[in-house]
């Protein structure tokens, strides 16, 4: 969403996700995290998405934050972890 109000919807490749968390890294990209499909996603200020699998196969993700050096950490609920993506 922009400062005038524009909203922009991006379809997301894995059509089972269930959004649970999002954080903003240095660089402007969104990481998110896709609960049910098990995976973490990056989208980059112009819409170009990636997605990361999670090594646990159920882990059930729910939050995500970007350190200051970069390196994305998020909670596996169900695994009962902190991952990190770095």
Known sequence: MTLA???TDYALPESRSELAGLAVAPDQAVWF???T???I???TAAGV???YAVLSPTSDLLSI???PD???WFTELAANKIGELS
């Open 5 to 7: 109000g524009t909203i």
């Open 33 to 35: 995290v896709e609960q």
């Open 37 to 39: 499909a098990n995976k």
């Open 41 to 43: 996603g990056r989208i």
């Open 49 to 51: 998405i990636t997605e």
């Open 65 to 67: 934050v970007v350190a």
């Open 70 to 72: 970069g390196a994305v």
